[in-house]
Nanobody, 113 residues
């Protein structure tokens, strides 16, 4: 059974940093592209970053501040978020696709003074 579970969210001040984790199980993690999405309260879910087996890509809004990485031995994807801004406040979701779409439950990130 495919499972994705995010962790590491919390409350941080503007300019702070946070590291999210996505623990995966039930599929060949190392063979698939993994993605981060986020959904601010009352808004649509938006793509944040992706990581293939070799490359990474980022939304313009987070480029230069966020870093996505993966540890295939641990079946875990990470998102290091630096210089956080209030507009980064959202529920962050782990996502992958291989015939069907799979989503984690989300973890809340709140950036506020």
């Amino acid at each position: 059974q495919v499972q994705l579970k995010e962790s590491g969210g919390g409350l941080v001040q503007p300019g702070g940093s946070l590291r999210l984790s996505c623990a995966a199980s039930g599929f060949s993690f190392s063979e698939y592209t993994m993605m981060w999405y986020r959904q601010p309260l009352g808004k649509e879910r938006e793509w944040v970053a992706s990581i293939t087996t070799r490359t990474t890509n980022y939304a313009d809004s987070v480029k230069g501040r966020f870093t996505v990485s993966r540890d295939d031995s641990k079946k875990t994807m990470y998102l290091l978020m630096n210089n956080l801004k209030p507009e980064d406040t959202a529920v962050y979701y782990c996502h992958t696709w291989f015939g069907s779409e799979y989503w984690g439950q989300g973890t809340q990130v709140t950036v506020s003074s």
